[in-house]
């Protein structure tokens, strides 16, 4: 769906960003009348808070949106959404301003509340539209909010329309928009080509297993985003209960959030040399699905003992990240929903990264911040790389005991990473709740913070 501001047009709404501190100030500046129409209502500055103020004729002569206090502000993020999906039909632009640092991802909040899945369904539209405050980037803005709605639209496709084929197309016209170059490796040419994993974990699935190559810019940085493409985790023979299998078209979150990433990376013509790897499998459950105590060879070489068919992510991610290393590039970045472990450790707020680099580490840490984007770091801690060894194969694809999954699983993928800087995400990529700007659904996370972070250190 499109991100769009309102063109602006002398007869937009002045909507006035106030908090509870500075309410009285600027009631100071306004006439009886509309102080009265605010003790009236009730308006305190609260945060979400709106309040329209009527002209004789009844059309809307200003509005009001609460910015709380910042202890309310702390316990969110896009606090100008909240108010903006609760105002009135209206072309709005901002009057008062309260904090200039954060414009710019409030205003990005504004685009993203109006996001809507309605491939289905149809939904109402918000009603509220922004005319672009000076002093943002707008275009920078449009393509942000585009590149999340991807990657939203993405996973909350269920897998009967969003299968390796159909991640194969949304791939390709992806590439086609920004001129990109696109390859795909599918089927049994997998095996001829050696990605034996993916073709292993992918089958047993009617629409068959796929490696997709995109490749767009020609000078500056070499970066290569892999992202897990698990159209449907069923968990294989290893079959998922009910409850955890309900959510698994979420599955191929990682794949959506590289996606949607390099949407952000092209639009804005970021100075890389972008290569985007995504193995797009269904892990399905069939005669000659892979099995239990399976040894399978991975593409790098190393022998991997399955020991449960549900850890897949893992081996098809193991395949793309060789194929990424083989060229050496300056970055490699994985994004994936890869382990349940990563979801109980920090909830769905937070996207848990490795990265022993401490340059990335800093950019990372400084722009998640500014792109209300929140990453915690977990360690690629080496004391447990045993824990990944079972003896008669070089790797086990799942430790028992279950000690810090999502750790164990880093320490897996990294292995296939020798040669180049690694960093990988382990994502939710689901908002469980609606909350403002994020409507309940898929979700693109830690995608702006690698973006802002990648300007940074890619191109200075
Ligand atoms: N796709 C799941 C991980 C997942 C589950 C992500 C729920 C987000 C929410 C992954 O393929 C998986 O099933 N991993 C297993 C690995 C285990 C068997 C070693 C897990 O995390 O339980
Ligand atoms: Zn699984
Ligand atoms: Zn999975």
Known sequence: MPAKFADATPVSIPLHLVAEDTLDDWLESQTDTKRSWVEAN????????????????GSISMALAGCGTPATRSRGRFHLA???????????HLETVLIHETLMIETLGWLLAAYRFDRYAKAPPMKAELVAPEGVNAELLVALAE????????????????????????????????????SVITGDDLLTQNFPMIHAVG???????????????SSGKKLTLVGKGVCFDTGGLNIKPGVSMGLM???MGGAAAVLGLAHMIMSTGM???????????EN??????????????????????????????????????????????????????????????????LAPYFSDDPAFVAALEASANKNADPVWRLPFHAPYEPMIEPGIANLDNAPSGGFAGCITAALFLRRFVTDSPYAHFDIYGWQPTAAPA?????VGQATRAVFAALETLMTK
């Open 82 to 92: 909240g108010a903006a999906a609760k105002l009135p039909t209206g072309i709005y």
């Open 147 to 182: 590149g999340e709605m991807l990657t939203r639209d993405l996973i909350n496709t269920p897998a009967s329309d969003m299968g390796p084929p159909d991640l194969e197309n949304t791939a390709r016209s992806l590439a086609e928009k920004h001129g990109a170059d696109i």
């Open 271 to 281: 100075k890389v040399q972008l290569r985007v790897l995504i193995p797009a499998v």
């Open 284 to 349: 399905a459950i069939s005669s000659n699905a892979f099995r239990p105590q399976d040894i399978l060879t991975s593409r790098k070489g190393l022998t991997v003992e399955i020991n449960n068919t549900d850890a897949e992510g893992r081996l098809v991610l193991a395949d793309a990240l060789a194929l990424a290393d083989e060229e050496k590039p300056d970055q490699i970045i994985s994004m994936a929903t890869l382990t349940g472990a990563a979801r109980v450790a920090v909830g769905p707020d």
């Open 203 to 217: 089958r047993a699935a009617d629409r068959a297993p796929r490696l997709i190559d995109m490749r767009w810019g």
């Open 438 to 442: 994020r409507a309940k659904g898929g």
């Open 249 to 251: 078209k979420k599955d």
């Open 42 to 57: 009730g308006f305190s500055g609260a945060l979400g808070q709106t309040l329209v103020f009527p002209k004789d004729d």
